[in-house]
């Protein structure tokens, strides 16, 4: 059973490195603000996800698991607080040039 349990951890931290790798390659390569964004919340979001998900059967308590997906959730949090605060400036401002 622990021999599952390490392939599917790394299976499922390995995938959210990709994501958050993915997430950065958008960052870098998409032409304006509102997309750069999109792509860069989308994937972190997942990629944590991905994280705390392989994590989980590592944790030493229910606590643990439990203070995990807390953690989780406030990332979720602020990163859509953050992200709509961001895309609200932009379409105010309007496109940079």
Not at 17 to 29: E, H, I, S
């Amino acid at each position: 059973m622990s021999l599952a349990l390490d392939l599917f951890s790394i299976a499922a931290i390995s995938a959210g490195v990709f994501f958050f790798l993915a997430g950065t390659v958008g960052l870098l390569r998409f032409p304006d603000a509102l997309s750069r964004l999109h792509a860069l919340t989308k994937a972190d979001n997942l990629g944590l996800g991905l994280i705390v998900l392989g994590l989980l059967p590592r944790a030493e308590s229910l606590l643990a698991a439990l203070m995990l997906v807390a953690i989780w959730a406030l990332v979720q949090l602020a990163g859509a607080t953050a992200a709509q605060l961001i895309g609200r400036a932009v379409r105010r401002k309007g496109p940079a040039i």
